[in-house]
């Protein structure tokens, strides 16, 4: 009996596999809550991704750890095409801080694409006398030990930016955890902390209103939304370069034609007005890029931030 119904499973999954995709609807797990950047560009691709499948593409959010609960979900998912996550770059440092986590990202997931990416930004509060790298960096020497910075948590893309900044400059600062990037904004905001490395979409309107003063950015190229602020790499950090991206993951064994159909429609919807302008509303930068590139996102930066975390000494808990 066990057999029979363990063939009749294999003969029901092969049935289902063989069917051409998508024959219902399709999940995207986004692993935050609603209303973030990630959320804003998920829902952004989706509708646009409905009409190009033929079926609704259904947003659902599985918040919690740090994006871990909504990402171990769907590494756990059967590979069917049905149920792909939203992913964003903590998938590549979690490893770094959380202790025998339930997911492995380049064993358990295929990339599909990279959908948007968007630069760091380097920002002081008002209170700070610093209104350029240079002059930050001046002011971190000649007072050692004063300035902090804050960020989303130890070991992520946010904190290992910081550290790397720390070590190109030559200077020591104090990082500050936070449980999200939204409360360390807020202490940012506040003059709780002086420094922070965060996201750029929050930041823009305090930077804005004075609050706080953006110095920089991560990317290489100034970033389009604020082209009048600099980049560290133009700064003197030469070849300084992070950022923050978002994208399509799999479950590992999704088959080659279904992931290459939802790269298609994904390119195809990056391009679209509508699509753009919903993302730069957010600050995000469409990219579209192809399964192979993205995975060579993906492995280079599990690579650099790992070396770094091992170098500043960081253990997953």
Known sequence: ????????????LQAAYGQPWPAKPVRFVVPFPPGGSTDVAARALADKLSAGLGQSVIIDNRAGANGAIGTTEVARAAPDGYTILFAADPVTTLHLVV???????????V??????????????????????VGELIAYAKANPGKLSFCHSGTGSGQHLSGELFKKMAGI??????????????????????????????????????????ILAFTSLERFPPMPDIPTLHESGLTGFETAQWLGLLA?????????????????????????????????????????AEFAAVIRADIERWGKLARELGIQPQ
Do not use: C, W
Not at 111 to 132: E, G, I
Not at 260 to 276: D, I, N, P
């Open 172 to 213: 020591d600062m104090v990082h500050v955890p936070y449980k999200g990037g939204g409360p360390a904004v807020q202490d940012l905001i506040a003059g709780q902390v002086p420094v922070g490395f965060l996201g750029s979409t929050p930041l823009i309107p305090h930077h804005k209103s004075g609050r706080i003063r």
């Open 251 to 291: 479950p590992r064994g999704t088959r080659d034609e279904v992931v290459h159909r939802l790269y298609l429609e994904t390119a195809k919807a990056l391009v679209l007005a509508e699509v753009r302008e919903r993302l730069a509303q957010a600050a995000l930068q469409p990219v579209g890029s192809k399964p």
């Open 111 to 132: 990339p599909v694409s990279q959908v948007t990416t968007q630069p760091l930004a380097l920002a002081v509060h008002a209170s700070v006398p610093a209104k350029t």
């Open 99 to 109: 202790k025998n986590l339930a997911f492995d990202t380049l064993r358990d997931f």
């Open 1 to 12: 009996m066990a057999r029979l119904l363990a063939l009749i499973a294999a003969l029901l």
